[in-house]
């Protein structure tokens, strides 16, 4: 992820199908696993993604901004707290992959492509899709 300048992953993405997924921004680097979220608020902010299942490409993707979080570290210890602005938007993307979702799959606007092989997620939908839920401690 960092090696890819990526500021987050979920285990669907790497071939871990595991509702896991890991945060590193700034010096913030964590995992969740078995994330729920539920907006605090209506309020949405719309702004551009990358993702690195699609190289190369940019979306504008609208989310909400302020996020209740409730997960388990990988220790197993019980987490809840609010993510707000980048942090928000960086685990609804990343728990969007857990549910099979990629932002191309949304309601919104490619910005730029420079890859030529934009189907390429689409062939890949059923191993998304296949997700295991780890099951609630």
Known sequence: MKRAKGIGL???QVGVLYRIITIGIHDL????VNPRITPIT???DT???GCLSLP???YTVTRYFQIEVQAWNPAGKKLHFVANNLLARV????VDHLDGILI???DVDLVCSQSPET???RRHREEYVRLRRVPDQ
């Not at 685990?91 to 990343?94: K, R």
């Open 56 to 58: 190369r490409q940019s």
């Open 42 to 44: 209506l309020d949405c």
């Open 91 to 94: 685990i609804q993307h990343e």
């Open 29 to 32: 680097d964590f995992c969740l």
């Open 10 to 12: 979920a285990g669907p």
């Open 104 to 106: 191309c799959d949304k």
């Open 47 to 49: 702004k551009m993604e």
């Open 119 to 121: 189907t390429w997620p």
